[in-house]
Each structure stands twice: as structure tokens, then as C-alpha cells.
């Protein structure tokens, strides 16, 4: 389900009765959202999150023993469209917010460590969940994972299938913050409103150099962070943000 909310999108998984299970259909429609968010400047804040008790269950199983060209060939279709999705939603010029209102699993996992912002309820709960069916894990959580845990975490989670609660989570750095399940939404429309209202022109940069920087040498992030800095002043961002600081008011960035 896709809802605009001002300058807001709101992406919510919504198939309750199957712990919201990603399928075919449902990564197609991740794809076009994420497409969306990414061309339409009037979107300045993304937001993701499942309906009912569950976030996110990982891949549909029955949809992939059920395909008529086999669960491999089902796989490759079923994942390579939701990794077109996670890649636009990485990639994109401006914020994403993950609310996890309740357990993920598999493919799950790797969509609620995607937020630049990651709010988790007090009941959610995490497993990778792939070995226990045969599987390797998808949706970016290989990469992700070892960045943002370490690899000796991601290693016993991803293995093991260890499940990990929201409060190790939020200490091992799987998610930004813990919040009790009744505060959970207010507590997420404060923090999309102040990323909503800011320089999104300098959030998508930074967006980009925070994801593509442990891949460079020092050096290199070095000359990125230069280019960057001297883009962000030239745009109308910038020019507001230096104009309001030195005016001794509040920024407008919208």
C-alpha cells in the first residue's frame, strides 16, 4: 500500500494474514514506489513499514514451492525485482525511515536495516531465517549486515538463525532505537517530520557518502566529501542554510 502524505511517502507491506510476506506482486509494487520516491522532487521523506503484527516475514515460501517454473527460477524473478527496489530506495536523494512494528525474517531483516532510520517496537524481534530453509540470504543483508553489526554478528545470525530482540538489536547497531509499541508511531512522526523539513539535497549526498565510503580509501572519501561539500553550497540548500545562520533564524528548507 502506497500513501502520499504532503511531501511524505508511505509504504506499508500489507498482507497482515501472511506476516506480510513479500511477493511477486508486492516487490513489483516496491519497485514502483521506490521509482517514485526517487524521481519526484516533491518527495522529501520515505517511509516504510508492515501492517498488523508482523513487519516483514521475508519471501513468500508457498508462492516460491507453488511456481510452475520451479523455486529457483521464482527466486531469481521474485528477488531480483525486490533488489531493484532496495537498490532505489539505497540510493535515492533523500531519506528513508524503517518503523519495524513487529518481527522480521529473511528478506525482512535486510528492508528494516535499510532506514537511514531505523525505529523498532519493543516486541519486534529479528532472524535471518534462510538456513532454516535451505537458503542464502537476499535484499542486500550480506552487505549490510557486516557494515552495520560486524561480521562475526552477522555471522552467527545469518548461520545460525539466532533471533535476536529489539533491544540487542538497537546495542548491536541492527536498528537506530528501540521504542514501546504504544509510542512506536509518535515517536516515528517526529523524526519524519524533521527529516521531511530538511535540506534534502545535502541528506542525499551524505546519503552517498556514508554508503559508498567503506568501499574507498581514505583518501578517496577525502575528495568525495570536497566535491560534495562544494555541491551542497551551491544549491538552494546550502545558500538558505549559510543565509539563515548568518540572518540568526531558522532555516526553510522547503
Known amino acids: 500500500m502506497v500513501e502520499r502524505d504532503g511531501a511524505v511517502l508511505r509504504l506499508t507491506m500489507n498482507r497482515p494474514d501472511a506476516a506480510n510476506a513479500l511477493s511477486m506482486a508486492g516487490a513489483q509494487a516496491m519497485v514502483e514506489a521506490a521509482t517514485a520516491a526517487d524521481e519526484d522532487a516533491t518527495i522529501r521523506c520515505v517511509v516504510l513499514t508492515g501492517e498488523g503484527r508482523f513487519f516483514c516475514a521475508g519471501g513468500d515460501i508457498g508462492g516460491m514451492a507453488s511456481a510452475e517454473d520451479g523455486p529457483g527460477a521464482h527466486l531469481k524473478k521474485l528477488a531480483g525485482t525486490f533488489h531493484v527496489a532496495v537498490a532505489r530506495l539505497a540510493r535515492m536523494n533523500k531519506p528513508l525511515v524503517t518503523v519495524i512494528n513487529g518481527p522480521a525474517a529473511g528478506a525482512g531483516v535486510s528492508i528494516a536495516a535499510l532506514g537511514d ?113 562544494a555541491d551542497c553550497a551551491r544549491s538552494p540548500h546550502g545558500q538558505e542554510g549559510i543565509a539563515a545562520f548568518l540572518e540568526k533564524r531558522k532555516p526553510d528548507f522547503r
Open 117 to 229: 532510520i531505523a525505529l523498532a517496537a519493543s516486541s519486534a524481534h529479528f532472524t535471518m531465517a534462510y538456513g532454516g530453509i535451505g537458503l542464502s540470504p537476499d535484499g542486500g543483508a550480506s552487505w549490510l549486515l557486516p557494515r552495520l553489526i560486524g561480521l562475526r554478528r552477522a555471522q552467527e545470525m545469518a548461520l545460525t538463525n539466532r533471533r535476536v530482540q529489539a533491544e540487542e538489536a538497537a546495542q548491536i547497531g541492527l536498528v537506530t532505537r528501540v521504542v514501546a509499541d504504544e509510542d512506536l508511531a509518535a515517536e516515528a512522526e517526529k523524526i519524519i517530520a524533521q527529516l521531511a523539513a530538511g535540506p534534502t539535497y545535502a541528506i542525499g549526498r551524505t546519503r552517498r557518502l556514508l554508503l559508498e565510503g567503506m568501499d574507498r580509501s581514505f583518501e578517496a572519501q577525502l575528495e568525495a566529501e570536497l566535491q560534495s561539500i
